[in-house]
């Protein structure tokens, strides 16, 4: 994704949650999606049009007597990345979206964690909650983001074909982050005062004692 405008018109909770729903349990009305993200449905005929007009859903063959008005998602999944040449508005717009998508992540990683203890065993036994400190050079990074996506590709929900899939089988998310740690700014000892007046922003001061 390159276009700001449209950066910025997915990079909003309901429109991207919108999207995500289309695009795993497919064509829906605009009734339908505002009971699963939380919105009335005249707000999220809002979202759906925004949506279209930057080309993220487009109509879908009607369905019945064909009053309602079905949308689907154009493509099935999205990427987007910062590049050195970005222009200020572009990489705006990419932080923005990219900032959306990890809150959206974070918040399905913090639902999944308040419903473990309900889940089947089976399930329970089967999640991972892991972090990993690594000591690797970027061709090694590289090497294992691909072997990953070729691990998880065959399951992923628009690729794989439901009626192969097992009766016991159920959305699942799957969130990997490999990335070269930042340095972390060192923040240094407090100052400690012991029994001394201590200078408060207002020129004022006051005693402090252990």
Known sequence: MSDPKAMRALAHPARLAILTRLQVDGPSTATDAAEIVGVTPSAASYHLRMLAKYGFVEDAP???????????????????DTEPDDEPDV?????????????????????????????????????????????IDAEEMKGLVQRIVELIEP????????????????????????????????????????????????????????
């Open 155 to 210: 399951y992923r929900v628009t690729q794989r074909d439901r009626g192969s899939a097992s009766a016991g089988a159920r959305i699942a998310e799957a969130q990997i982050n490999l990335f070269p740690r930042a340095a972390r700014r060192v923040p240094g000892r407090p100052t400690e005062v012991h029994g001394q007046a201590e200078r408060r922003p207002d020129g004022t001061s006051a005693d402090v004692r252990e």
């Open 91 to 135: 990489r705006a717009a990419k932080d923005l979206l990219i900032r959306t998508i990890r809150a959206s992540a974070d918040d399905e990683v913090s639902r999944a964690l308040d419903q473990r203890d309900r889940e089947p065993a089976e399930w329970r036994d089967a999640a991972m909650w892991g972090r990993a400190t690594l000591l």
């Open 62 to 80: 009607p369905r019945g007597d064909g009053r309602e008005r079905l949308w689907q998602a154009r493509d099935q999944g999205l990427s987007v």
